[in-house]
C-alpha cells in the first residue's frame, strides 16, 4: 500500500498529514506516509485542492481538513476492501 498526503505545506496541510501518520500508526499500517509538498507534482497528479490522501494513486480524501475518526474509516473500508 502506498500512502501520500498531498499539501501545499500550510498549517492544515502539516496538520493533516501528521493526523493521517497517527491514524496509520494506531491501525498498525506498516507503510510510512509520504507528504508531497511540490505544488508542481500535487497539479502532475491531478489534485488542484489540498490536502489530499491517496493510497495506491487513488484520491481517497481531499479538498479539506478531515477528522481523526473520517480517516479511519477510509483506512478500514481500504482495508475491507483488501481482504475480499
Excluded: W
Amino acid at each position: 500500500m502506498k500512502i501520500q498526503v498531498l499539501g501545499s505545506s500550510c498549517p492544515n496541510c502539516k496538520k493533516f498529514y501528521d493526523l493521517v501518520r497517527q491514524v496509520a500508526l494506531d491501525l498498525r499500517i506498516s507503510e510510512p506516509v509520504d507528504y508531497v509538498n511540490d505544488l508542481k507534482e500535487v497539479i502532475k497528479i491531478g489534485i488542484m485542492t489540498t490536502p489530499a490522501l491517496l493510497v495506491n494513486g487513488e484520491v481517497v480524501l481531499t479538498g479539506r481538513y478531515h477528522s481523526r475518526e473520517v480517516i479511519r474509516r477510509a483506512f478500514l473500508n481500504l482495508i475491507e476492501g483488501e481482504t475480499k
